[in-house]
């Protein structure tokens, strides 16, 4: 990508035996304990104690980095499709937590398996400084269709953010795919974690940094879950689950959705699905056989689509008790409300992934594969290619509206009628690639990581003026917001109300906008009450 320019107090080892280390083996379950616990709150420090164990992290700059930390037990063997387990005391004296976990097992863009099962990890980066007051913490969650993504990810690295915010960052990995979401009845019949395991890790991650993040010089009471795509989507479903209650005070929805989700009934099709193309729909006791095959014959079993312009075969699964409805419908009846919440989309999310369309009958085809023969001659319409530079441009608007911006109006209006104390929407359009304000472009922009971004050459991004203006004005609504619940910033931003205002981000700056594609929402709203 050219962005356009490219495309913690940490308390001391009580009982380890800094004098004069014992052995291991000497270790006695009295040892062991005063290795775990919930460390004294205060500035981070090189080693912390966790519930866990002592992590031992790493300094770097004005921080401390504490990665591949182990928030559940390995998701192996009977706890392969179960809910997350604790993790436990561990009997090391030190846990390593100076290099980054394994990603989820999972495909790559070349189709070549990856990751390992023991993934349930999260990382944390912590300002060195000693706060005055504990720091407000943003727990992130990636993206990637819930098939693919890690929080490795060079673009999620949170040391930029924590410093530049002075704030807490925990980025944490969860069960993606088959292995996060898939639902099947004999599943069912063994727990009712079936289809929501990859959500429940999410929630298990966050109740982590809630008993360990003071340590870390973090505020358990002042936490931010923030997420991008399916992460944002997989954000509104932690909001929405009544067991996340009190585990955080605020979310940020970044390109994600509230709408969609699959019924058990749906879900339990696509298991079925699954269960067959992994050969053990005969099996007399299908979870055994599912549990004893290899990972990689398991995600290359109906394998999902993770492309933004599908819906992807595996997501949280509206189940009555953990995602007892529709995360827009908890919105709306207020039974989700956790606090501020802030969304947004991006101007062209579509803009990297629609292929060529050159003249309009390719427009035509296009409309009628993706919205079907029905829709299409009504959405064609509504955007026609007069209205664009070229028929392409014209359809990666109405996905964009389709699938992004005019969800998040919904979105919005359903936090708001159920008092979602406060809600603030955004778009970004600053054309910051060459195929404009794309899906996910925004990350870089939040987390500060352009170096992660490498130019056709392969070398890093530099980023010019212009994006470090940007970066700046986004880091410090996004972190205004983290610490206070309110986003900072000139003009103020204002909450959300029926006018449906809104930062509005370009490469000239941050601006306030009032009604964002309105006569385009108001079609899709007509167009879906009629389906």
């Not at 990636?142 to 060079?154: E, L, Q, T």
């Not at 970044?254 to 992994?278: D, H, K, M, Y």
């Not at 953990?322 to 919105?331: F, G, H, N, W």
């Not at 109300?497 to 899709?524: E, K, L, M, S």
Request: aromatic share 8%.
């Amino acid at each position: 990508m050219a962005l356009s320019r490219v495309l913690v107090l940490a308390t001391a080892l009580l009982g380890c035996g800094h004098d004069s280390p014992s052995s291991p083996d000497a270790s006695t379950d009295s040892d062991v304990a005063a290795r775990c616990g919930v460390a004294t709150a205060g500035p981070a420090r090189e080693r912390v104690v966790t519930t866990g164990g002592t992590v031992h992290g790493v300094a770097l700059g004005a921080s401390f980095a504490y990665l591949g930390v182990r928030y559940a037990a390995p998701p192996t063997g009977s706890l392969r499709f179960a809910a997350p387990a604790p993790t436990g005391c561990t009997a090391d004296a030190d846990l390593d937590a100076t290099a980054l976990g394994p990603k989820c097992p999972q495909l790559d863009d070349s189709d070549v398996f990856q990751g390992d099962e023991d993934c349930l990890r999260v990382n944390i980066w912590a300002p060195a400084a000693a706060p005055s007051t504990p720091r407000a913490v943003m727990v992130w969650i990636h993206g990637g269709a819930n098939a693919v993504g890690f929080a490795s990810d060079p673009l999620y690295d949170g040391q930029k953010l924590a410093e530049a915010g002075d704030v807490v960052v925990v980025t944490l990995d969860y069960r993606v795919g088959q292995l996060g979401f898939v639902d099947h009845a004999t599943l069912a019949a063994e727990s009712s974690a079936s289809g929501n395991y990859g959500l429940l890790d999410q929630i298990a991650a966050l109740g982590w940094v809630h008993d360990n993040i003071a340590g870390f010089g973090g505020d358990p009471t002042n936490v931010t879950v923030f997420g991008e795509s399916a992460g944002g989507r997989d954000t509104c479903s932690v909001v929405a689950a009544p067991s996340s209650a009190g585990l955080f005070t605020r979310s940020i929805i970044e390109s994600g959705s509230c709408s969609a989700l699959p019924t058990r009934t749906i879900a339990q099709a696509q298991g079925n699905t699954f269960v067959s193309a992994a050969g053990c729909a005969a099996a007399a006791d299908v979870p055994a056989c599912l549990r004893a095959l290899p990972t990689e014959t398991l995600i290359r079993a109906a394998a999902p689509d993770p492309s933004i312009l599908v819906s992807t075969a595996y997501q949280p699964v509206i189940d009555g008790t953990i995602q007892p409805v529709e995360p827009i419908t908890a919105l709306a009846n207020g039974s989700a409300a956790h606090g501020p919440f802030m969304l947004g989309s991006n101007a062209d999310e579509t803009g990297a992934t629609v292929g060529a369309i050159p003249d309009e009958d390719a427009y035509t085809a296009a409309l009628v594969t993706q919205f079907g023969a029905t829709a299409a001659p009504k959405v064609k319409l509504q955007y026609p290619v007069a209205r664009f530079t070229t028929p392409r441009a014209a359809f990666v608007r109405a996905t964009t509206d389709a699938r992004f911006v005019c969800p998040t109006r919904s979105m919005a209006r359903a936090a708001h009628t159920g008092s979602q104390p406060p809600v603030y929407r955004y778009l970004f359009d600053d054309p910051a690639s060459p195929f404009g304000a794309v899906h996910g472009i925004e990350i870089p922009f939040v987390f500060g990581t352009f170096s992660a971004l490498l130019t056709p050459t392969g070398q890093p991004y530099q980023p010019t003026a212009t994006d470090l203006a940007v970066a700046a004005a986004v880091q410090a609504d996004w972190v205004s917001f983290a610490k206070t619940g309110a986003p900072s910033g000139t003009p103020a931003w204002p909450a959300w109300d029926t006018t449906d205002p809104a930062r509005h981000y370009t490469a000239a700056g941050a601006d306030v906008q009032v009604g964002i594609r309105t006569d385009d929402c108001d079609f899709w709203d007509n167009l879906l009450a009629q389906q």
